[in-house]
C-alpha cells in the first residue's frame, strides 16, 4: 500500500518563517548570510534543501551514534526525500538521533523535521524536483564518508585512493550544488533566460568543487584526528609520507608538495567560479553578491593556508577573521556592479594565493 504524506503537519506562515529565518541562523551563520541576498523567488526553495542537507548532515555526524546506526537513518531519511514522506518515520529518525545530539539547535532541527517535509511538500514543481534530487546526492556525499573511513575512535587514518576518487567526493558533497543553484537562478531570473544551461552548470559544479577542496585542504589536521585523510594516497606517497604520518605537525614541510598541488587544482576551480560569476548580468546585483561572497572568502582562506608554515598542526587552525569577512561584505557592495573592479580584486587575492604557495 502507497503512503500518504497527510498525516504531515500543516505548517503556518509563521513557522514557515521561524524553518526558513531563525532556525536556519542557528545551524549556519554563514550561509544564512548568502541566503538573505538571494533574490525572493529562490530565497524558499534554496533555503529548504538547505535545511534538509543540515538535518541529513546532522544524523550523518552525530558522533555519539556508531556509523552503521547513523549510515541506517542516513539511508531512511534518504528514502523519505525521494517518495511520500511520513510523519512516524520522520519523528523516529529525529528522537533516535537527537537523543545523543548535544547542540541544542541541532535538536530544535531534528524535531522540525516533520515541518521541514511539510513544506517540501507544499513547494512546486520543478522546485520540488530539484530540491528532493540535490538532497538525496549530497546524502551520498554524507553516506561515502560514512562507508570509507573508520570511526574517530578507532585510531586509524583512511586515506582516499587517488585524484579522481577526491573529484568524485567533491562533487557529491558540493559540486551538485553547483548545478542546483544553476536551474534554480535560472528558473527564478527572467535575464538569466538565454543562459546556456548544461554550459553553466558545469562551471557551477567546478565552483561548488572549489570552494569544498578548500575546505578540504584547511581540515586537514581536524579530519586526520577523525580517521579522515582526503589528500590521496598517491599524492602522499610521492612524497614519501602515509595517512597517519601526517597527524605529525613536523612533517607540514616535507607533505607541502602535496598541499600546493591541490591549492593549484582548486585555483583552477576558481577560474570557472569567476567565469560563473561575470556570466551573471551586473543588474542582477544579489545574485552577483551571492556568488561573489564565498569566492572572496575561499580565496581569501586559501591564501592564508598557502602561507602557513606548520598547516598540519591542529592547534593553528587556518581562519580568515571575522573583521576579514565583514570587510570584503562591505567592499563587494561598492564593487559587485562593477567587471573591472572585481577583476582586480581577484586577480590579488589569486596572487596572494600563488606567492605563497
Known amino acids: 500500500m502507497a503512503r500518504s504524506e497527510q498525516d504531515l503537519p500543516f505548517v503556518s506562515p509563521r513557522e514557515r518563517q521561524r524553518l526558513l529565518t531563525e532556525q536556519l541562523k542557528g545551524v549556519s551563520r554563514a550561509f544564512y548570510l548568502t541566503l538573505r541576498i538571494l533574490p525572493g523567488a529562490m530565497r524558499e526553495p534554496v533555503g529548504l534543501a538547505y535545511l534538509l542537507a543540515r538535518a ?10 556508531p556509523p552503521g546506526q547513523r549510515l541506517r537513518h542516513l539511508l531512511a531519511f534518504r528514502v523519505q526525500v525521494q517518495e511520500p514522506a511520513s510523519h512516524e518515520v520522520l519523528a523516529g529518525i529525529a528522537a533516535a538521533v537527537a537523543e545523543a545530539q548535544a547542540q541544542p539547535q541541532e535538536r530544535l532541527l531534528l524535531a522540525s523535521l516533520p515541518q521541514a517535509f511539510a513544506l517540501l511538500k507544499a513547494t512546486p514543481e520543478p522546485d520540488r524536483g530539484l530540491v528532493r534530487r540535490v538532497v538525496v546526492t549530497l546524502t551520498e556525499g554524507m553516506e561515502f564518508d560514512l562507508t570509507t573511513f573508520p570511526p574517530g575512535t578507532s585510531g586509524k587514518v583512511v586515506a582516499l585512493k587517488d585524484a579522481q576518487e577526491l573529484d568524485r567526493y567533491t562533487y557529491l558533497v558540493a559540486g551538485c550544488v553547483g548545478e542546483f543553484w544553476t536551474e534554480m537562478a535560472v ?6 533566460s538565454r543562459w546556456d544551461v548544461p554550459r553553466m ?23 586526520l584526528r577523525q580517521g579522515r585523510c582526503y589528500l590521496p594516497e598517491v599524492s602522499l606517497s610521492a612524497v614519501g609520507l602515509s595517512s597517519a604520518a601526517l597527524l605529525d605537525p613536523a612533517k607540514s614541510a616535507q607533505a607541502r608538495p602535496a598541499l600546493v598541488a591541490y591549492v593549484e587544482t582548486a585555483l583552477g576551480h576558481y577560474s570557472a ?41 591542529p592547534g593553528r587552525p587556518v581562519k580568515v577573521s571575522r573583521a576579514w569577512v565583514y570587510r570584503a561584505l562591505a567592499l563587494s557592495l561598492l564593487s559587485v556592479w562593477s567587471n573591472t573592479l572585481v577583476r582586480i580584486w581577484l586577480r590579488r587575492l589569486r596572487s596572494q594565493v600563488k606567492s605563497a604557495s
Not at 56 to 65: E, G, K, V, W
Not at 207 to 220: C, E, I, S, Y
Not at 287 to 309: D, F, M, N, Q, S
Open 187 to 192: 528558473a527564478h531570473t527572467r535575464s538569466l
Open 273 to 313: 567560479a569567476e567565469e560563473y560569476l561575470f556570466a551573471i548580468p551586473r543588474r542582477n546585483l544579489r545574485l552577483r553578491l551571492a556568488a561573489l561572497w564565498p569566492i572572496l572568502i575561499g580565496l581569501g582562506t586559501l591564501a592564508k593556508l598557502a602561507r602557513e608554515p606548520r598547516w598540519l598542526d
Open 56 to 65: 541529513a548532515d546532522t544524523i550523518a555526524d552525530t558522533r555519539a551514534l
Open 201 to 223: 552548470s558545469a562551471l557551477g559544479v567546478r565552483f561548488g568543487k572549489a570552494l569544498q577542496l578548500t575546505n578540504v585542504l584547511r581540515d586537514v589536521p581536524k579530519d
